[in-house]
């Protein structure tokens, strides 16, 4: 089945249809996510350094205790 002039005409011009998008997104929307978002990440750094070693202790204690590895 070839397709006909007149079909490839019709698709390549409402390919090439530029349309007005009517949307706007601020220049400083990546400043303000930047500042909602850092803070979020710093204190989740911070507890996971505040806690590393009580949490690999505790998973220390789990992995012994699946592997039959504590009674040494």
Avoid at 14 to 22: G, R, T, V, W
Avoid at 44 to 66: D, E, N, P, T, Y
Wanted: proline share 7%; net charge positive.
């Amino acid at each position: 089945m070839k397709p006909s002039l007149p079909l490839l005409c019709t698709a390549l011009c409402l390919a090439l249809i530029s349309l007005p998008a009517h949307a706007y997104i601020d220049p400083n929307a990546g400043g303000m996510l930047f500042q909602l978002l850092a803070p979020v990440f710093a204190g989740i750094v911070g507890v996971w350094l505040f806690l590393r070693q009580w949490i690999s202790a505790v998973a220390r204690r789990i992995w012994r205790k699946l592997t039959g590895r504590g009674a040494e």
